[in-house]
């Protein structure tokens, strides 16, 4: 007779990336990295129920259904003691959770905007473009437990001038979150280097969230977020008309960040070194009068999310890994519960059908050792089950 023990993980894949309003803040401190000094972003009160909260502690104890064995009928074993050895199951399952992220970029001219992307003035100053890529890239690029999407905002099809071409956010030009790897997915960027006249017309932010929202699958009870990059304050407002397309602000984009809130998607805004003072009066194809990251920033507490804006390329790496980076540290020691009697042990560990060796150096094997009353994985074992989130541990009588 043995006892199975089930352990299902939940990917907590996003530590500083709070999908309920009421639990966020805003990473801007003022510092000397150039965030925004503002008051944190508290987000609506009307927190949508169908997201979770990925800041929580990740369990690895969760609540246990314990399944009785009958022991009339049963073949135990009798031990030394005279006692009979019996068999039980105890089950344990966290569900595992995979977030949908939709990347809405702005594909302005405004990122190809040049900055000081290493703090160093003797160096040549590069497109903001070309540090945001590398920087999701480096960040998500190695990550396999996102399901990723991009909306670009205008589409590739969007026309230069100050028309309504000019405003373009083609549905055809949105990839849908997928399992597709995320280093796939972000392949499909424009070059790091854009060629010229690659990036033309306005920032039609409200109509990409508008559309982005339609692009993001999985159920309703998996986290689920709009993304924002950003160096341009948002324009092509839909009651806007001749010189005003592009010239003044949209003023409703907080409004359809709201309405992505309302149906389970938050939305969080990264600056790209958007400015801080206000924009001039010029025509130059974005609003005049407007401080940027006021403006992006007004986006993210509507849409129940936070504002992060970066002065470099370090500051954006920065940001994005606190928010996107490694799945918290996961502990590999896990409590056997019930613990194996005197006449019982630990004699079997299998991790998504895989059987590993027990073994007694852990920093250097594959496998498993008995720590008290808990089992801890080693190396390759321990990675098995941060992926995949299913173990077997048996426990039979000796």
Aim: aromatic share 4%.
């Amino acid at each position: 007779m043995h006892a199975i023990i089930r352990v299902m993980l939940l990917r907590l894949v996003l530590p500083a990336l709070a999908l309920l309003p009421c639990a966020c803040t805003d990473r801007a401190t003022g510092d000397e990295g150039g965030s925004d000094d503002t008051a944190p972003a508290s987000g609506s009160s009307s927190a949508a129920p169908t997201t979770v909260d990925p800041t929580a502690p990740t369990s690895t104890d969760p609540t246990t259904t314990p399944v009785t064995t009958d022991p009339s009928g049963s073949t135990g074993e009798v031990s030394t003691t005279g006692a009979v050895c019996e068999g039980y199951e105890v089950s344990f399952l966290i569900p595992i959770v995979t977030p949908h992220l939709m990347l809405v970029i702005d594909q302005s001219p405004a990122m190809l905007d040049p900055w000081d992307h290493d703090a160093d003035p003797a160096t040549p100053a590069i497109a903001r473009w070309t540090s945001l890529r590398s920087a999701l890239t480096t960040v998500l690029g190695a990550e396999k437990v996102f399901n990723l999407g991009l909306a670009p905002y205008p589409t590739p099809d969007a026309e230069d001038g100050a028309g309504p071409a000019a405003c373009t956010v083609t549905e055809d030009f949105l990839v849908p979150t997928s399992e597709t790897p995320a280093a796939e997915v972000l392949a499909g960027l424009a070059p790091a280097d854009p060629p010229p006249g690659s990036f033309v017309g306005g920032a039609p932010l409200g109509g990409a969230l508008t559309l982005a929202r339609h692009a993001v699958n999985g159920s309703f009870d998996q986290p689920r977020a709009l993304i924002v990059f950003a160096n341009s304050a948002p324009n092509c407002s839909p009651v806007a008309e001749g010189a005003a397309l592009l010239e003044s602000l949209d003023a409703g984009a907080p409004q359809t960040a709201k309405a992505a809130l309302d149906v389970g998607l938050p939305v969080f805004v990264f600056g790209v070194g958007a400015a801080t003072e206000p924009s001039p009066a010029v025509v130059d194809g974005r609003p005049d009068g407007v401080i940027v990251s006021d403006a992006l920033k007004e986006i993210a507490i509507a849409g129940g999310g936070n504002y992060i804006n970066s002065a470099d390329e370090a500051g954006l790496v920065s940001a994005l890994s606190a928010t996107f980076g490694q799945r918290e540290s996961l502990s590999c020691i896990f409590p056997v519960d019930p613990a194996p009697g005197p006449d019982q042990a630990v004699t079997a560990v299998t991790i998504a059908d895989k059987m590993f060796p027990q073994v007694e150096v852990c920093e250097i094997e594959d496998g498993w050792r008995v720590i008290d009353d808990s089992i801890e994985l080693c190396g390759f074992a321990c990675d098995l089950f941060a992926d995949t989130g299913d173990m077997v541990v048996t426990v039979s009588c000796v």
